[in-house]
């Protein structure tokens, strides 16, 4: 999907759908199966089993704590399922099209600037992560756990140096809050039919979901 | 000791390196422009980054290092003095030849970039591996650093790779290298000027 507003707007709709019910967990799967790049979308597969750990775990707690643990492992699941396919398919730029779109050159600006800036802190953050982990196996701390104080120390700083030259570069620009931005966007071919049915599994997960169905009545 | 890219194909996104080459003893210049790929071929020798195909194969060299341009990323000692010891080094009278002594008890991060280099340079070349890899050592560095560094290359044993495009104050490499086009080449006329 190529444009943003369709696609978070379905991504939205999905998450919905994921968390109210099993079924909504499944068409949002399915969504996912028809719509991703499939392997491409996920992340890396350390990450995919570290992801499939906690969830799995807490949905083991649930049970033990009287809950429908299997329930609640589909249903996060899916939901992160959704979340891989909205962060590996977005563009640099495209979130401060919306927000100034969605809420004008004053707050929209703002807001999505820090979403951008957050977003690619998340991706240059990856990079570091793995110089970092290099530069200290090098010193011969090889065990993942014995790294995680130094590699944690080390990636916090470096974050923090980058954040202030941003920061400094962006007043020395004189950014004062608010900007100019004209918002542009393309729509593939997909994406209006693509959005139509996220909102109808939304919609379908609302009505079978029974709580709200006794609401109703 | 010889560092081989046998049929090496590195990828980062979309982006492509290919080498393939023998780097033996003695001090190897790889030149390029920005962005040309020195810094991902720096990753690949110090074991860092996968090749997509073919291999880096390390023959007779025991230890290696790899400086990363960003001195910052190598940083994980909570003073300066536990920083030079945590490479495995002496670290008062080490930190006495890089006029760090007197910051012996601060944070490393408390130094600036400049001083934070040095220290990791100065590390790096004290512990004397087979294989040295220096990703743009010169960068951030004064003019009395890049002097220093400079003199602490010349005939350095083992295998020495400097990846940079700053070449005043390297020592005559013993091969030059360049990249371009996505591959890394022999350089016909060596770039060192000593």
Not at chain 2, 106 to 125: I, N, T
Not at chain 2, 142 to 159: C, F, I, N
Not at chain 2, 179 to 191: H, K, T
Request: glycine share 10%; net charge positive; with cysteine.
């Amino acid at each position: 999907m190529r444009d943003v507003r369709l696609r978070l707007l379905a991504v939205a709709a999905l998450s919905g759908a994921a968390y109210l019910s099993v079924v909504g967990a499944a068409l949002a799967c399915a969504w996912w199966l028809v719509l991703s790049r499939r392997r491409q979308d996920l992340p890396a597969p350390l990450a995919v089993l570290y992801l499939g750990i906690t969830v799995g775990l807490a949905g083991l707690a649930t049970s033990l704590s009287g809950g429908d643990g299997l329930s609640y492992t589909i249903r996060i699941g899916a939901v992160l399922l959704v979340a891989t396919y909205a962060y590996a398919h977005r563009r640099d730029g495209e979130l401060l099209d919306l927000g100034v779109w969605l809420l004008g050159r004053r707050i929209g600006f703002d807001l999505s600037l820090t979403a951008e800036l957050a977003l690619q802190t998340i991706a240059v953050a990856g990079e570091d992560l793995a110089r970092i982990r290099l530069a200290v196996a090098q010193k011969g701390v090889r065990s993942r756990f014995r790294q995680w104080l130094p590699v944690g120390n080390a990636l916090l700083f470096a974050e923090l140096r980058r954040s202030r030259e941003l920061a400094l570069l962006l007043a020395l620009r004189g950014y004062a809050g608010g900007g100019r931005h004209c918002p542009r966007f393309e729509r593939g071919a997909r994406d209006l039919p693509a959005a139509l049915a996220a909102i109808c599994m939304m919609l379908f997960a609302i009505l079978q979901t029974r709580d709200i169905f006794i609401l109703l009545q | 000791m010889e560092v081989v890219f046998d049929h090496l194909l590195l990828r980062r996104g979309e982006f492509a390196l290919r080498a393939d080459a023998v780097l033996g003893e003695g001090l190897h210049l790889v030149s390029g422009r920005v962005g040309s790929g020195k810094s991902t071929l720096a990753l690949a020798i110090g074991g860092g980054l996968r090749p997509a195909e073919g291999r880096v194969e390390l023959v007779g060299v025991g230890r290696r290092l790899l400086v990363q341009q960003f001195a910052e990323f190598h940083l994980t000692g909570t003073t300066v003095r536990a920083e030079a010891a945590s490479w495995g080094l002496e670290p008062l009278p080490l930190l006495a030849r890089l006029d760090l002594a007197e910051r012996a008890g601060d944070d490393p991060f408390r130094l600036s970039r400049g001083e934070q280099k040095r220290l990791v340079l100065g590390c790096a070349l004290e512990a004397a591996p087979d294989l040295l890899v220096l990703d743009e050592p010169f960068a951030s560095c004064d003019v009395r650093e890049k002097l220093r560094l400079g003199r602490a290359l010349t005939d350095r044993p083992g295998v020495t790779v400097v990846l940079t495009h700053e070449t005043r104050y390297l020592p005559a490499p013993d091969r030059a290298w360049t990249i371009e086009e996505g591959a890394l080449r022999p350089c016909e006329e060596s770039p060192g000027s000593g």
